[in-house]
């Protein structure tokens, strides 16, 4: 991803960008697997890139290529490109007085992996802007943004799901044999695989931001991923990161989850008069609303996690069941696919359930509770995350890309908005 962008113009940003789509898409493997055709390609000594560019392999390079590709378990050729990129940028790291050929390998991929590491987030990080862009109409590469993602990202939710899938397997990722037995190169991964995880995140915010639609299964698989990691603390890797530079990966971690949950809610939607369709047949089926079980699944998790970090999505939650009984309300019969759920919400077997609040009432009353920690969550985000306080970011060395994006303190700053209307 080299090169003087500032000096290009939007066809040869987008040609750039457009080159790397296999790339960019690739979330859980974006410099590809090791595979004997690319091997021929190297040993061939000629490689031509998927944006034309021909390179010459000198039979010097093979061996640290292969090494690359092996250590990583990357596609040689972009072993042979993360060489020529970190050769580029960094320059000869070698410092050995041995004329081993071996340890000058082992010496260049020791040098190398940092650079690599680094390259693996900026691939990811390639794609905020372009999601930042193209719901900005008055963004100078709003039209770049927009051509690039219809065809970088055809499919949305599929990327979304693709990101959920590997954050989560991420998550349960077992250490690698070659850093196994080694305490600092161990740790060196565990962070790495959870800064990953962070961008990730990132990456999933902007895409639910507006790329994709809201719908029932996604937020549900959204909201699963969320609470079956614990907002992230449930790590493999996790006694690998018990250090300050640990703490504060799985803390960010934590702030994102808790501003997804609360984005995908899609708060302000809710509260627009008429939005709300308690149809057995609604006429869109692009919001969480609009499926039942969907909801239930989504009350399930909720309800069962009110403390602590949680209260956040608890109290959005809470807002939503506000607007749910009102349109209710409204209805003369409730459909049939909408039963199970709504009694939930009021069980009528009760002897007092005449004189029974509402569920959103209550947990609202909940989430004001000294013990639950709603207000301490909120000033810890507000006063002490990367994700709203820039000097924080900086003191922390936060992987975080747009530490205080206005989107960021949109999705708080509507939450705290829909408490007092819950409550009052």
């Given amino acids: 991803m080299s090169g003087n962008l500032e000096s290009s113009t939007p066809e040869?940003?987008?040609?750039?960008?457009?080159?790397?789509?296999?790339?960019?898409?690739?979330?859980?493997a974006p410099f590809g697997r090791p595979s004997d055709a690319s091997r021929k390609k190297i040993d061939e000594g000629s490689v031509t890139l998927s944006d034309g560019v021909v390179i010459q392999v000198d039979i010097a390079d093979k061996d640290f290529i292969f090494a690359i590709s092996d250590r990583f378990q990357i596609d040689q050729v972009q072993a042979l490109v993360l060489l020529r990129s970190f050769l580029y940028n960094e320059g000869l790291p070698f410092n050995t007085d041995s004329d081993s050929t071996t340890s000058l390998v082992d010496e260049l991929v020791e040098a190398i992996t940092p650079f690599h590491f680094a390259e693996r987030l900026s691939i990811l990080r390639v794609l905020i802007p372009l999601f930042r862009a193209n719901e900005n109409a008055a963004d100078p590469v709003h039209d770049v943004a927009s051509n690039v993602l219809s065809k970088l990202l055809p499919d949305g939710r599929a990327f979304a799901e693709s990101l959920l899938t590997e954050y989560t397997r991420k998550t349960r990722e077992k250490l690698p044999e070659i850093v196994n037995g080694d305490p600092r190169k161990a740790s060196?991964?565990?962070?790495?695989?959870?800064?990953?995880?962070?961008?990730?995140?990132?990456?999933?915010?902007?895409?639910?931001?507006?790329?994709?639609?809201?719908d029932g299964p996604l937020v549900v698989r959204i909201f699963e991923a969320?609470?079956?990691?614990?907002?992230?603390?449930?790590?493999?890797?996790?006694?690998?990161?018990?250090?300050?530079?640990?703490?504060?990966?799985q803390q960010d971690c934590a702030a994102l989850w808790i501003l997804i949950t609360v984005e995908v809610l899609e708060l302000e939607q809710i509260a627009e008069p008429g939005t709300i369709e308690i149809s057995n047949n609604p006429s869109n089926r692009d919001i969480y609303i609009a499926s039942p079980d969907s909801l239930k699944r989504?009350?399930?998790?909720?309800?069962?996690?009110?403390?602590?970090?949680?209260?956040?999505t608890f109290l959005a939650w809470a807002f939503v069941l506000s607007r749910l009984a009102l349109a209710a309300a409204d209805l003369k019969e409730i459909p049939d696919s909408f039963h199970s759920f709504f009694d939930s919400l009021s069980p009528n077997n009760s002897a007092h359930s005449k004189n029974r609040e509402p569920v959103h009432v209550l947990m609202s009353r909940m989430c004001l509770e000294p013990e639950v920690g709603l207000f301490r969550v909120i000033l810890m985000l507000l006063t002490n995350s990367p994700l709203f306080v820039t000097a924080v970011a900086w003191k922390t060395g936060s992987t975080i890309t747009d530490p205080n994006a206005v989107a960021f303190r949109s999705v708080l700053k509507g939450n705290n908005y829909h408490l007092a209307c819950c409550v009052y």
């Fill in 298 to 312: 989504i009350h399930e998790l909720v309800v069962s996690h009110g403390n602590g970090e949680h209260a956040c």
């Fill in 226 to 249: 969320a609470y079956g990691t614990n907002l992230g603390s449930e790590q493999q890797n996790a006694t690998l990161l018990l250090d300050d530079e640990g703490l504060h990966l």
């Fill in 188 to 214: 060196q991964w565990a962070k790495q695989n959870n800064k990953e995880q962070l961008v990730m995140l990132e990456v999933l915010f902007w895409t639910m931001w507006g790329y994709v639609s809201c």
């Fill in 12 to 28: 040869q940003v987008s040609q750039l960008l457009l080159s790397r789509v296999d790339q960019l898409r690739n979330v859980s």
